[in-house]
Structure formats: C-alpha cells, structure tokens
C-alpha cells in the first residue's frame, strides 16, 4: 500500500478556472517526489491542497491510508517549505524553528535539543540568534529548511525553495537538500520548474502541463522514454528536434521520408507502424546527442552556428527550412563547413495528432 | 559646486524650521518656569532662572524694609517696601516664587537692620512652582488632565477596532466596493471636526453623551477611524498570507496564528495609527469647546486660562503639561516603530 495516494485530484478555483484535473498519484515512504512543469501548470495548487491549505473540489487523498482531505492543516502531521520561504521576520531564527514544537507542547530542554540539531544539519547554528532580516537568502531557505524537519513530518512539501536563489548557490543548496534528505528520510515532494533541479533530486519525476500530468518517472524515463511530445520539448537542454516524416513500406521494410532524408526504420514501434500508420505522417524526435555528425550519415547540412560549452559544442544547422540543434564532440569544428549527419537509434516516434508516443 | 549650494540651502531650510519650533518652545518653558516678576522682566532670559539676587535695605525714617531684585542689566531696582515679615513672606512666595518661612525672613532681614548696611542674598526659587500652582489656582486641571487622558484612551481604542476592522477587510476580503470604502472612508478626513461638532452636538444631547469624554472620543474617532483604516490595510496586505500559512501548517490554529503571527507583525501599524489618534484627542479644543460643558480636557482649559493676562506663566507650566505626555507618547511609538519596520 502506499504511503501518499492522490486519486482522481480535481480544483477548480471560483466554479471557473481548472487548475488541477484528474490528478493520481501513489508516492511510497521515504521517496522524493519532483512536480516539474511550466508556469501555471498547477503545482502550487497541488502542493496546497496536499498541506490542507486549499480545499479539494474533487477525489481523495490519503495518507498512511487515512483520507486527510477533510483535515485541516494542523492535523496532518506535514511540514513545508514556501517559495518565499516564510520564515517569520519577528521572531529570531531559534524562535521560528521552536514554533511548531512549542505549539506541541515539549519540554525545554528536549525542545533546545531538536533545534540545536537540526541547526547543526542546516548549518545555521551561528545564526539562531538572529533575527531573519539579518540573514542572506540562503540562510534564510536553510532556517526554513530547519524548520520544517524539526518537526519530523510525515511528509515535507517544498515549493521552488531555491528559485530566489543565485545560480551558484541553488547548485550547492540543491545538495545540500539531497544530502538532508539522505539523512532524515522523509518523505519529500519538491516543486520546481527547473529541469535539472528535478533531474538531479528526484526518485520520480511529476511532469505537469496545463493541470493535467503527462508523465510519471524517472528521469532516465522522462528524459529516453517521454510519453508526449510535450515532455520531449520541455525537458533536456537544448530540448529535442522535431522532423514530420512519412511512413511509408518498401520491399517489406518501413522507411520514414523526409524533404531532406529518407530513411530505413528497425525500431521496436516497426508493427505498429505498419499496422496504424502506413503513408501518413508521424512525429520523429532525436535528441541533440543523438546525432552522428561526419561519421557516415544520410543528411547534408551546414553548420550555421557552433556554440562551443568546454567539453562539447552544441551544432545550430538547418534541415528542411527547421531549426535543429546538436550536440558534438567534434571541438575543431568551424561554422560554416558542411557536415554529414546520421542519427543512432535512440529515437521516438509521436502520434501527430494525439502528441502521445507511438509504442 | 552646485552640490554644496543644493546642501547649504537644504540645511538653511532645516535650521530654520527647527529654529521656528525650537524658539517658542524654549520661550514657553522658561516662561513656565519664571515667577510673576521674571514674566515682566525686558530683555528676557533664554533659560530659566534657578535664583534671584536679593538686596536689601532698612529705611530707619520710615522704619521699613526696601527688598530689591538684581534684574537681567545687573541693576538692583526696588521692589517691595514692608515691615512685616509675613507680609514680606506673601510677596516672595507669589511673585518671586521663593518660598521661605518667616524665621528665615526674620533672621536674614535682621541682618540688614542690625548693621544698617545693604545686604545681599542669593535666594534660590521653589523651582516647580508654576506647576503645582497650575493645578491648585486652576482648580479643574487635575479633573480636566484626567478627562485627557480618558478621551485619549476610547478615542484609540475606537479607531483602532473599528478602522482595524475595516483595514483588515479591505485587504484579506472580497468585499464589494473596496475602493469606495477605502476613498471615501479617507474623505471624512477632509471635513474639519469642529463642522461635524454641530450637527453632533444635537445627536450626542439626545443620546445623553453631551459633556462626557465618550461623546468627545466618538468625534475624535471620525477622521481617525479612515486614517487607521488606511494605515492598516496596507499592512495587512504587507503581511505575506504565507507566513499566516506557514503557522497553520507548523501545527497551530487560526486563534493561534492571529495572536502569535498576524497580531505581532502589524503591531507597529496599529502603534503609528495610535499616535494620530492620540494627537488628535489631546490637542483638540474646538470639539471639546462645543462638546463639553463641565468636564473639560486640559487643552481646553489651557486655552481657556490662557485669556487670564495676570497668570501666563501658571498657564505655560500648563501647556508644558499639555505637551509632555505627547512628546513622551510619540517618542515611544517612534522607536518601537522604527525598530520594526529598519
Ligand atoms: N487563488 C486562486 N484563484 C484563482 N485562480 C488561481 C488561484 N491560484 C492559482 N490559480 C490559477 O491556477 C492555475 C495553477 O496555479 P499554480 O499556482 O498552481 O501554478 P504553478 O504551477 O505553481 O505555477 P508557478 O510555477 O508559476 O508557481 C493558474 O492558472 C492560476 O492562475
Ligand atoms: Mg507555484
């Protein structure tokens, strides 16, 4: 059984704007969770209706297989990190990491002792006695940090905690996060629309668009095995390349026609193409590092622009009036050469219609 | 070199306000401090004085006292011509504000007698004089210091719940017409209280408030009641709802989170929006004037005291009364405002 449990989630704000639809989810103890989708797409309200601070307009959620959905926040036992962190500004760093355990009632000492622990943690013991206005944004989203696992929660909400955040310390609080967790194991939903954070941090990963979720899992699944065309143009960076190809059957073999290629396809989707899809359009989507570039290919193209990143160049080019993206190590190449291009056959096939993945 | 003449004039302008404060603040407390004599004295002093300096001389012809006073030239000039020593006790004590037993006046004047010389003393006056005077020739004043600091109170305590009230709905609900609330709750502030006085003068007869501090402090609350609730409205919308969220979700109820989170942070709101209500009770005399009849407000009675020419300065120690507890007020809220708010 599992530990958190959304089932057939719905909210609709003001009998008007859906912003979260048919939401299922089963999370098991100790995993960490990353909702990951664009702006607007409904994680916040997600996170909100899970922590009790937004109510359900429709299905259940349950926790330790109790539904919660009529509890109010208090009552269920969850700790959660804010986008703005909302660490209190006039009470001192001790203070806003004693609060929830002073409303529970413990002893002095046993209270001193939590929150000297979990600032040891943190990394904010220096710092307990100050006051929040004191302290720089990262301390400040390690004292909320502090806060929310003094409390040994059942589960640990974390709404973009590092997007107020420079990018060199996002990188190294980002660790950090994963090494508290490591320590604490606790059961963590984390909401960014950073790819890489959620790449990096999560055992799953939660891809939402437009209310709905497009896909569970990891982020080798996610990012090799992306059920929507959606998925496969949000994640990754530079995202993945598009070509609308023909299928068509020569000789018993499928091949997929492009203006610029044609193409001889062995992929496991082969049936299925000859089955549903024979001389109609389809998606084909490569990913940048899955293109050979001057190792034998069946495409012709010019390297327009090279944009050198150290250990590899990422190819700006040009198929059939498209833009196309590709990354390569070929270091000495110079824009303006002509290239031949092939691509392995790690590719997916999308429905044109539906965006789903041919499978 | 534009800079230097851009500061020149900016501090020009400061000094000259201070100054234009500063000046008759400084003229009101020497005043309230000077006895009947010093009030009459030209040029006056800056400062008020700790002392006189005392002559005095025996007219052996017509067997009598001459006491004379150095005044502010340096020059002994004549005073007072007496040969009783009670007599000569009286003069002292009311318009010089030295306060001597007659023994003392006995022994010293002897003195001046025995020897037949001029004799020079330096007497240091009862310094707070003029202020327990204030309060015992006016006999209304501590009533009326009292009826102050009452009005003062309901007047706070009124505006406060109610703008408070008002504040906090104009921001956290969805009420209709929050901008004609907010403007037009402003707009009361433009009318001058003394013009609602009239029409309430007949409301507050009939509902028996005429002449109490009540009546006064639902006046005075008019004005304040949008101000405040100006005030903490934008507060309240200054105050992140997830702070008020995170509360809840660390395990404490709304009541819990008012009191803990909400109450705290827009304590300094409330703080400044009682200082204006408390100013505006305690300076007023124009309401009161109308308003009251037998309970007067201090600055009323000032104001009033002030037409009798013979006791200004028992009337200065009065508006130093006056002025005290604002300032005192005012400096509080100041610092406990600034220190929440940097
Ligand atoms: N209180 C509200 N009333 C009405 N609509 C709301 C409310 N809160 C959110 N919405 C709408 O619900 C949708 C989802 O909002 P939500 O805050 O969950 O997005 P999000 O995924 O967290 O976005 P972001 O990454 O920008 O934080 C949005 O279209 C938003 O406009
Ligand atoms: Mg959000």
């Given at each position: 059984m599992s530990y958190l449990k959304l089932e057939n989630v719905k909210k609709v704000y003001n009998n008007k704007v859906t912003a979260v639809d048919n939401f299922n989810l089963e999370i098991e103890k100790g995993e960490f969770i990353a909702f990951l989708g664009p702006s607007g797409c409904g994680k916040t309200t997600t996170l909100r209706m899970i922590a009790g601070l937004e109510s359900v307009t429709h299905g259940d959620i349950t926790l330790e297989g109790k539904s919660i959905v009529g509890l109010t926040p208090r009552e269920r036992g969850i700790s959660m990190i804010f986008q703005s962190y909302a660490v209190w500004p006039h009470m001192t760093v001790?203070?806003?990491?004693?609060?929830?355990?002073?409303?529970?009632?413990?002893?002095?000492?046993d209270i001193d002792e939590v929150v000297q622990d979990v600032a040891k943690?943190?990394?904010?013991?220096?710092?307990l006695n100050r006051y929040p206005s004191q302290l720089s944004g990262g301390q400040r989203q390690r004292v909320a940090v502090a806060r929310a696992i003094a409390v040994k929660p059942k589960l640990f909400l974390m709404d973009e905690p590092l997007s107020n955040l420079d990018a060199k310390l996002r990188v190294s609080m980002r660790t950090d996060l994963k090494r508290i967790h490591q320590n604490v194991k606790s059961t963590s939903i984390f909401v960014t629309h950073d790819q890489s954070e959620a790449l990096s941090l999560a055992?799953?990963?939660?891809?939402?668009?437009?209310?709905v979720i497009e896909q569970i899992g990891t982020a080798n699944e996610i990012y090799h095995e992306s059920e929507t065309m959606f998925i496969a143009k949000f994640i990754g960076s530079p995202a993945s390349n598009f070509f609308v190809v023909n299928v068509i059957l020569e000789d018993g073999e499928v091949y997929l026609v492009h203006d610029d290629f044609k193409v001889q396809f062995n992929g496991q989707e082969k049936d299925v193409l000859i089955k549903n899809y024979l001389d109609k359009s389809v998606v084909l989507s490569i990913r940048p590092e899955n293109f050979t570039v001057n190792k034998g290919g069946f495409i012709k193209a010019k390297a327009k622009i090279i944009e050198p990143?150290?250990?590899?160049?990422?190819?700006?080019t040009d198929i059939g009036g498209e833009e196309i993206k590709i990354v390569s190590d070929l270091l000495e190449l110079e824009s303006g050469e002509n290239i031949?291009?092939?691509?392995?056959?790690?590719?997916?096939?999308?429905d044109s219609e539906t965006e789903k993945r041919i499978k | 070199m534009e800079n230097i003449l851009k500061k020149t004039i900016l501090y020009l302008v400061i000094v000259f306000i201070s100054l234009s404060v500063l000046i008759p603040l400084s003229y009101l407390v020497t005043i309230s401090f000077s006895s009947q004599i010093?009030?009459?004295?030209?040029?006056?002093?800056?400062?008020?004085?700790?002392?006189?300096?005392?002559?005095?001389?025996?007219?052996?012809?017509?067997?009598n006292y001459i006491v004379m006073r150095e005044n502010n030239e340096g020059i002994f000039k004549e005073l007072y011509i007496s040969s009783k020593y009670d007599k000569i006790r009286d003069y002292m004590k009311t318009q010089l504000n030295i306060d001597m037993t007659t023994e003392r006046i006995e022994k010293d004047f002897n003195v001046a007698k025995d020897t037949g010389e001029i004799v020079e003393y330096k007497y240091y006056k009862s310094f707070f004089n003029n202020y327990i005077?204030?309060?015992?020739?006016?006999?209304?004043?501590?009533?009326?210091?009292?009826n102050s600091i009452k009005a003062a109170l309901i007047t706070i305590l009124i505006s406060m719940s109610i703008g408070g009230a008002v504040g906090y709905a104009l921001a956290r609900t969805s009420i209709k017409k929050k901008e004609a609330i907010r403007i037009g709750s402003l707009i009361v502030r433009m009318f001058p209280m003394v013009s609602i006085s009239v029409p309430m003068a007949v409301l507050l007869v009939r509902y028996g408030l005429f002449d109490s501090m009540l009546g006064l402090a639902i006046v005075?609350?008019?004005?304040?009641?949008?101000?405040?609730?100006?005030?903490?409205?934008?507060?309240?919308?200054?105050?992140?709802?997830?702070?008020?969220?995170?509360?809840?979700?660390?395990?404490?109820?709304?009541?819990?989170?008012?009191?803990?989170?909400?109450?705290?942070?827009?304590?300094?709101?409330?703080?400044?929006?009682?200082?204006?209500?408390?100013?505006?009770?305690?300076?007023?005399?124009?309401?009161?004037?109308?308003?009251?009849?037998?309970?007067?407000?201090?600055?009323l009675l000032i104001y009033k005291s002030i037409g009798g020419a013979s006791s200004i300065h028992y009337a200065a120690s009065g508006a130093i009364v006056l002025i005290l507890p604002a300032l005192v007020f005012t400096f509080l809220l100041k610092n406990y405002i600034t220190q929440m708010w940097g």
């Open positions: 001790y203070e806003n990491v004693a609060y929830a355990l002073k409303l529970r009632k413990l002893k002095k000492a943690t943190t990394d904010i013991v220096q710092y055992d799953r990963i939660v891809v939402m668009n437009h209310g990143q150290g250990s590899h160049i990422i190819i700006n031949l291009l092939g691509f392995n056959d790690k590719v997916l096939l999308f | 010093e009030v009459n004295d030209y040029p006056k002093k800056m400062l008020p004085s700790l002392y006189h300096n005392i002559a005095i001389k025996w007219d052996a012809e017509n067997q005077k204030f309060f015992t020739v006016f006999s209304g004043a501590e009533k009326a210091l009292i005075y609350s008019i004005p304040n009641i949008g101000l405040t609730a100006a005030i903490t409205r934008s507060i309240f919308i200054g105050v992140s709802k997830e702070y008020e969220e995170a509360s809840l979700v660390f395990g404490a109820t709304e009541a819990q989170t008012f009191r803990k989170i909400t109450f705290p942070l827009v304590l300094p709101a409330f703080a400044a929006s009682s200082m204006y209500a408390f100013i505006t009770a305690w300076n007023d005399t124009a309401v009161s004037l109308l308003l009251t009849n037998k309970n007067e407000t201090l600055a």
